[in-house]
């Protein structure tokens, strides 16, 4: 479940909603803008948000699944995680009503996929859902970091 989850939010839905908007709007499917906006709305806001709620509500999702932690004390601190979560995909959500917050978000977005990368590294024992957690997390950056250089330059 944790493996589509992250297919189809960081690829399969970004993807049709650029090619639905650019069939709608009579755009290309290569489309800056479009890339960025749904890029955004999908991988920061939505995922992100999603991800939050869960840290928030089932902590242990995160510590046990994800970084095989099963200390009840690293709870707190994966809510906490959790707020952020939440705060960083509200921003992400209203930015596609609001574009003039798709480039901040995916500034924010990328910079956390990209940190949070780094934090799946060591592990040379990963497990399949931290190893999804980490390729997932560079795309996501890839994509967003992108995007913002992109529309920066």
Known sequence: ?????VVLLLLVCPVAS???DAVRLHESFTSLALIGRWWTFWAVGVRLFIAGIRQVVQPRFTTEEIFGIRDASALPIVRE???ANLSMG???IFSVV???WVVPAAMVGGLYYGLAGFVHLPGKNRNAKEYTALVSDWFAAGVLGWFVVRSLV
Do not use: E
């Open 81 to 83: 995680i959790g707020f």
């Open 90 to 92: 509200a921003l992400g």
């Open 18 to 20: 650029v090619a639905i």
């Open 98 to 100: 609001r574009p003039g």
């Open 1 to 5: 479940m944790y493996f589509a989850s």
